[in-house]
């Protein structure tokens, strides 16, 4: 046999050798790829398990017919029947035709962007819209967000509940224990009757069973929002809730 046909088999398997690792890198590759793709698009709302763990909901959606809003885990488009208490922290005609409760975070940047949303709605719905804000804090995630519900809620005290949550929610960087006694001083709130009121604890349970009735609601993350009992996923656009809030008034 000659040197040139014993070397034949030798670079036909260093060809397959290279062949195979490149493949592989490829296939390693495009996994990790879709890997981070998945980490990029997977983002709309926080979510909390069961069992406290943080995880993200994927909120890009389909689009949907606006009688049939986009259910979240746990009611799939079910309507529910939630009670409002003349207690609950109320924005615009109480007797309006259109309820929105929101369960939110003050630390989440989705229920940010959102509270703009709902700020617009209220703006152009101010008699057919009453907006109801029930607290959500997902302590794993936000470790000031329950503080800053009772915060705002003593705020609420002295009339000043949405001023004090508009605030929170535009300037979701700053929220720290002490930014809350600052705000209460700059909105003009008698800060000794403040200060009590968020060391002695007197709204805890008030959030905590915020979110307990979230739970049995099937709310899972912030924000999570019900229409006239229908629920809505996460951060859904203006337009969204503009077309669900005309397919309720026309029903």
Request: net charge neutral; hydrophobic share 35%.
């Amino acid at each position: 046999m000659s040197i040139e046909e014993r070397e034949k088999p030798l670079i036909k398997s260093k060809n397959s050798f290279y062949l195979g690792l490149v493949t592989g890198v490829a296939v390693v590759s495009l996994i990790g790829i879709v890997v981070i793709s998945g980490q990029v698009i997977n983002k709309g709302s926080d979510i909390e398990s069961d069992d406290g763990e943080v995880v993200v909901k994927n909120t890009v959606k389909q689009p949907t017919k606006p009688s049939q809003p986009t259910p979240s885990a746990g009611n799939a488009g079910a309507k529910v029947d939630i009670k409002v208490a003349s207690t609950d922290r109320i924005r615009g005609n109480k007797n309006a035709p259109i309820t929105i409760v929101e369960f939110s975070d003050y630390q989440c940047p989705y229920c940010s962007k959102y509270h703009d949303t709902m700020k617009q709605v209220m703006q152009n719905y101010p008699d057919k819209v009453r907006w109801v804000y029930k607290h959500f804090p997902l302590e794993s995630m936000h470790p000031y967000a329950k503080k800053a519900a009772e915060g705002a809620e003593c705020a609420g005290d002295q009339g000043k509940f949405w001023e004090f949550t508009d605030d929170l929610l535009a300037n979701q960087g700053s929220i720290k224990p002490e930014y809350l006694s600052t705000l209460a001083q700059n909105l003009g709130l008698k800060t000794d009757k403040f200060e009590n009121c968020l060391s002695t604890g007197k709204y805890t349970k008030k959030v905590e069973n915020d979110m307990s009735e979230g739970k049995k609601l099937g709310v899972r993350g912030t924000p999570g929002s019900f229409i006239n009992g229908r629920n809505i996923a996460g951060a859904v656009p203006y337009a969204d809730i503009e077309a669900m809030i005309e397919a309720e008034l026309n029903n």
